[in-house]
């Protein structure tokens, strides 16, 4: 491959895992079964295009490929497993691991037992919010 035909943010296959939360094997297999398109980098590396993975990305994230239970306006959603819960008087503290990412959020304490939230139990963080903080790697 000639160095200006290699796409301006590429990703190896570990990498693009990395971004979507999954193994490097599933990547492959996504690869290999044509869901997603790869190329060689000058050292035989498959790599995929950023633009192309971003696009791949969306499609994993339709609704139809989730469960989503009724309609909200929310669109960030992390399923996850409850890994710590801190009861106080009024308030509770529950974590939640979702795939590489560790949601810490304060909710009544009233919804967190009426929720049946333990460590252990599956959870979703659903995030809405009018600030968000974007960070370029």
Do not use: C
Request: hydrophobic share 45%; net charge neutral; charged share 25%.
């Amino acid at each position: 491959m000639v160095m200006s035909d290699r796409p301006v943010h590429p990703y190896r296959i570990g990498e693009a895992a990395s971004m979507l939360g999954v193994s490097a094997d599933t990547m492959r297999r996504w690869v290999d079964a044509g869901r997603l398109p790869a190329m060689r980098d000058e050292h035989g590396h498959r790599i995929i295009a950023g633009a192309e993975l971003a696009a791949f990305a969306r499609e994993l994230a339709r609704p139809e490929n989730g469960e989503v239970e009724g309609r909200s306006s929310a669109r960030n959603r992390f399923p996850g497993i409850v890994t710590a819960v801190v009861l106080g008087d009024v308030a509770a503290q529950v974590e939640i691991q979702a795939g590489p990412f560790r949601v810490v959020s304060l909710i009544s304490r009233d919804s967190a037992e009426e929720l049946g939230l333990v460590p252990g139990a599956p959870a979703t963080a659903v995030i809405k919010s009018t600030n968000v903080v974007v960070e370029r790697r």
